[in-house]
Nanobody, 124 residues
């Protein structure tokens, strides 16, 4: 029902910044909670951030609080993840995901739609 495509990943040095984008297909974007998850090699996929339909409310995982900012532009069917002060431990494949619920949830099983992922590598 919904297709998500991430972009913006790349290689940066410690302390650098990246802005990830996730473009959604169709006209249902504004009805979805949007979230970002990440998965490092050998680790589970972890919640990073999520944003409500209107963009009024956001929630962040503790490791990224104060450094990452999630936002959305419903007119463009796009959600963003601005990542500042990047650390080597931020290295992972970042996934965009969509949840049809009304409230933010952090478990990946609650998200019905996923992008293919984009690689973020932070060199030490």
């Amino acid at each position: 029902q919904v297709q998500l495509v991430e972009s913006g990943g790349g290689l940066v040095q410690t302390g650098g910044s990246l802005r990830l984008s996730c473009a959604a297909s169709g006209r249902t974007f504004s009805s979805l909670i949007m979230g970002w998850f990440r998965q490092a090699p050998g680790k589970e996929r972890d919640f990073v951030a999520a944003i409500t339909r209107s963009g009024s409310n956001t929630y962040y995982a503790d490791p990224v609080k104060g450094r990452f900012t999630i936002s959305r532009d419903n007119a463009k069917n796009t959600v963003y993840l601005q990542m500042n002060s990047l650390k080597p431990e931020d290295t992972a494949v970042y996934y965009c995901a969509a949840d049809g619920a009304l409230l933010i949830r952090t478990s990946q099983q609650n998200y019905d739609f996923w992008g293919q992922g984009t690689q973020v590598t932070v060199s030490s």
